[in-house]
């Protein structure tokens, strides 16, 4: 049974910092056999993309608004993933999820909501202005 527990969040003013963090057990092929991704839902909106890192690691991709911002890493041993976020904005206020994709192309990005089978339960970053 795979399991994501994140932490991290919590209340920062604009231009603050945040690292979100993604804890996962139960990995039958540990990180490698995973795609990993951050996706966030703001209030009254629907659950967004953020960013992806691949299977293999060596790729990774981010939503435009927070392109130069956040930054996606994973922690192999640890089975960690994390999501540091530089220069925050109001706008980036949202719960935010970590997200595993068993299998698929090595080096591929996984974009879509659908395409992940495990999810944390969130957690919340406000950010103030």
């Known amino acids: 049974q795979v399991q994501l527990v994140e932490s991290g969040g919590g209340l920062v003013q604009a231009g603050g910092s945040l690292r979100l963090s993604c804890a996962a057990s139960?990995?039958?092929?540990?990180?490698?056999?995973?795609?990993w991704g951050w996706f966030r839902q703001a209030p009254g909106k629907e659950r967004e993309f953020v960013a992806a890192?691949?299977?293999?690691?060596?790729?990774?991709d981010y939503i435009d608004s927070v392109k130069g911002r956040f930054t996606i890493s994973r922690n192999v041993d640890k089975n960690t993933l994390y999501l540091q976020m530089n220069s925050l904005k109001p706008e980036d206020t949202a719960v935010y999820y970590c997200?595993?994709?068993?299998?698929?192309?090595?080096?591929?990005?996984?974009?879509?909501?659908?395409?992940?089978?495990?999810w944390g339960q969130g957690t919340q970053v406000t950010v103030s202005s």
């Open positions: 997200a595993a994709a068993p299998g698929g192309p090595y080096n591929s990005i996984r974009y879509s909501s659908r395409e992940y089978d495990y």
């Open positions: 139960g990995l039958t092929f540990g990180s490698y056999g995973m795609g």
């Open positions: 890192v691949s299977r293999s690691g060596a790729t990774t």
